[in-house]
T-cell receptor, first 115, second 111 residues
């Protein structure tokens, strides 16, 4: 069983629709992250959460919101999707007890297409 | 401002030869540097890391070198294998802040 799961894996939606991407983890990690990957732009941090009551903006948070429903769950919402949000989205986790070393564990990704 | 830079978008190497992937950084406060590997349709996976107090770390075919004075690190893969074909991301961390990633280098190992 995968330690970090993302649903859905693929999604096609229309401009203006609200969409939610979900992430769950069984690693027992306290920290969770959402990234997007565009061709040639690497991994850009959207939001991150260091514990259930902590939410922080990343470098490209405009147009996105997040909810940390539990330690194991972190969801990303696009309130009104637009075509330039078409990208590959990754959830990741890390353990604050080891975070000085920086290692993160990534989910398999969600491919989102906004028409 | 890009704090972590991978200036080569792609690299092709013959099977059995050495692959060298390079990364430059601007923040002298980074504590750890990491390399991640990403195959298509999968999430990135951790490959190897190095502390800022070291200049070399080796794990099997993979070695990372850190040159702090030049703010440069490199990943060496010897010998390169076709299964090493992937996108490689350099990343760095400072204190209690999230990882900062480079844009990645696509490595193609040709049989």
């Amino acid at each position: 069983d995968a330690d970090v799961t993302q649903t859905p894996r693929n999604r096609i939606t229309k401009t203006g629709k609200r969409i939610m991407l979900e992430c769950s983890q069984t690693k027992g990690h306290d920290r969770m992250y959402w990234y997007r990957q565009d061709p040639g732009l690497g991994l850009q941090l959207i939001y991150y959460s260091f514990d259930v009551k902590d939410i922080n903006k990343g470098e490209i948070s405009d147009g996105y919101s997040v909810s940390r429903q539990a330690q194991a769950k972190f969801s990303l919402s696009l309130e009104s999707a637009i075509p330039n949000q078409t990208a590959l989205y990754f959830c990741a986790t890390s353990d604050s007890r080891r975070d000085v070393e920086g290692e993160q564990f990534f989910g398999p990704g969600t491919r989102l297409t906004v028409l | 401002d890009q704090q972590v830079k991978q200036n080569s978008p792609s690299l092709s190497v013959q099977e059995g030869r050495i692959s060298i992937l390079n990364c430059d950084y601007t923040n002298s406060m980074f504590d750890y540097f990491l390399w991640y590997k990403k195959y298509p349709a999968e999430g990135p996976t951790f490959l190897i890391s190095i502390s800022s107090i070291k200049d070399k770390n080796e794990d099997g075919r993979f070695t990372v070198f850190l040159n702090k004075s030049a703010k440069h690190l490199s990943l060496h893969i010897v010998p390169s294998q076709p299964g090493d074909s992937a996108v490689y991301f350099c990343a760095a961390i400072s204190g209690n802040t999230p990882l900062v990633f480079g844009k990645g280098t696509r490595l193609s190992v040709i049989a």
